[in-house]
């Protein structure tokens, strides 16, 4: 049955604002038709549905965050960064196999909730894609792969060969798997060619935590810092022949490219940009967790400027809970000086690859936002493009992925 949607906005956000617009959705869950009320068609037998006070626009793409992690919030609350860390991996080691789906159903959920129909996760568990194919949140998985020490690299690879062989029947167009060698202080430079390379002959995505604190930069620069101090202690040895920021150092290896996420992506200077751009690397920045951990924030009139692929993300509740999505935009839009449609752009992922604009023939992912706590009758289109920023997840009335509800406000 085809759905005819109508609203005092749309904001397809990769096209200019309607007022008084309308969604026509296909029986296969596309966009049929989008524009002026008054000119979209409702073909006999069509389900139709006004949402008052309210705005139509594209499901939002939280481009970092940690679903398997859901339910942790609270549970590490150091502030020192690398103890931070190897609290999450104790926190982790008291979950089992059936927490971490719990936990990664229960992320999915509460991201329809936010209005969000893609994400790009990282995990270790698996259990992120399974949610995700259950419930049919769309976006990437990537499945972490560790190990510090160069003599770990063949039993490292066997473990993640034998993980995404048991994850590869999960995988879908909608529901991608791709690998994560997750950070310089946590993957020596022999597992990052391996990854590298069978990404390569794979045609795999990857996902890589980098430039994130000033401790990163002083363990690949000098093999210096409470990263080195760590390795050092485990009788780990340390990467002396690297000599250079994280980002050249991944870029050694072989790790950058197209088809390369890189989150956070806070310690970087003016090479590092240029490399990201040349190697046409995408960046997810994840601005309030970077503030919660004191990293700093990313320069991201920079990489705009560079024309570097960028989205926004959450990062895990166990940074920052609760997670808001909308709040990340509008950090974002402070640090980077962006305008309100610039920064509703990040808001839903235009510029990362993946369906974002509602025109005909795209999916119908969308999100219904309520602004009834506004008069936007009147209000002109940029008006409406701030308040929808300064909205929160409690204002997510509907989401939809491909024409099908995914969440509807009780």
Same mark, same amino acid.
């Given at each position: 049955?085809?759905r005819r949607l109508t609203a005092e906005w749309v904001l397809p956000v990769t096209a200019p604002p309607v007022h008084d617009g309308a969604v026509l959705i296909g029986t296969h ?20 549905? #006004? ?12 481009? !970092?965050? !940690? ?6 919030? @609270? ?23 059936? &927490? ?13 909730? +936010? ?9 270790? $568990? ?5 949610? +995700? ?43 991608? /798997?791709?690998?994560?060698? #997750? ?14 390379? /069978? ?9 890589? *935590?980098?430039?994130?604190?000033? =401790? ?6 000098? =093999? ?20 250079? $920021? ?22 970087? &200077?003016? =090479?590092?940009? &240029?490399? /990201?751009?040349?190697?046409?690397? +995408?960046?997810? *920045? ?24 960028? @989205?926004?993300?959450?990062? $895990? ?11 990340? =935009?509008?950090?974002? +839009? ?24 509602l025109s005909p023939g795209t999916p119908a992912d969308l999100l219904v936002l309520d602004l009834r706590a506004h008069d936007v009758t009147a209000r002109p289109a940029p008006e409406v493009e701030r308040l929808v920023l300064a909205a929160s997840p409690r204002d997510v009335r509907v989401t939809m992925v491909g ?8």
């Amino acid at each position: 049955m085809r759905r005819r949607l109508t609203a005092e906005w749309v904001l397809p956000v990769t096209a200019p604002p309607v007022h008084d617009g309308a969604v026509l959705i296909g029986t296969h869950g596309e966009v049929e038709a989008i524009g002026a009320a008054a000119e979209v068609p409702a073909p006999p037998g069509t389900r139709q549905e #006004h949402f008052a006070g309210a705005a139509i626009l594209p499901g939002l793409l939280n481009a !970092h965050t !940690h679903l398997e992690l859901t339910g942790l919030a @609270g549970a590490v609350t150091d502030d020192d960064f690398s103890r931070w860390i190897r609290g999450v991996r104790d926190a982790k080691a008291t979950l089992g196999r059936d &927490d971490f789906l719990l936990a990664a159903r229960r992320g999915v959920r509460e991201q329809f909730a +936010m209005g969000v129909t893609r994400v790009l996760d990282t995990g270790d $568990s698996g259990a992120p894609l399974r949610a +995700m194919r259950e419930l049919g949140m769309r976006g990437t998985y990537y499945q972490e792969v560790f190990g510090p020490d160069p003599a770990q690299r063949v039993a490292s690879m066997a473990g993640l060969l034998a993980t995404l062989a048991e994850l590869a029947d999960l995988a879908t167009d909608a529901q991608r /798997l791709g690998v994560s060698p #997750h950070a310089p202080y946590t993957v020596s430079g022999a597992l990052y060619g391996a990854v590298a390379g /069978l990404a390569k002959e794979r045609g795999l995505p990857i996902a890589v *935590h980098l430039a994130e604190s000033v =401790a990163e930069r002083e363990f690949t620069e000098r =093999a210096a810092g409470p990263f080195a101090e760590a390795w050092a202690r485990r009788g780990i040895p340390l990467p002396v022949e690297a000599r250079c $920021s994280p980002v050249a150092w991944l870029d050694r290896h072989g790790v950058l490219g197209p088809g390369t996420l890189a989150i956070h992506c806070v310690q970087l &200077d003016a =090479a590092d940009v &240029d490399t /990201l751009r040349r190697t046409g690397t +995408m960046v997810a *920045h994840c601005p309030r967790s970077n503030r919660r951990h004191g990293h700093g924030e990313a320069p991201l009139a920079a990489l705009r400027a560079a024309g570097i692929p960028l @989205g926004i993300g959450t990062d $895990s509740v166990v940074s920052l809970a609760p997670l808001d999505l909308f709040a990340e =935009a509008r950090e974002a +839009m402070q640090i980077g000086g962006l305008a309100a449609g610039e920064a509703l752009g990040l808001l839903v992922g235009a510029g990362l690859p993946g369906p974002v604009p509602l025109s005909p023939g795209t999916p119908a992912d969308l999100l219904v936002l309520d602004l009834r706590a506004h008069d936007v009758t009147a209000r002109p289109a940029p008006e409406v493009e701030r308040l929808v920023l300064a909205a929160s997840p409690r204002d997510v009335r509907v989401t939809m992925v491909g024409g099908q509800e995914a969440w509807r406000r009780p």
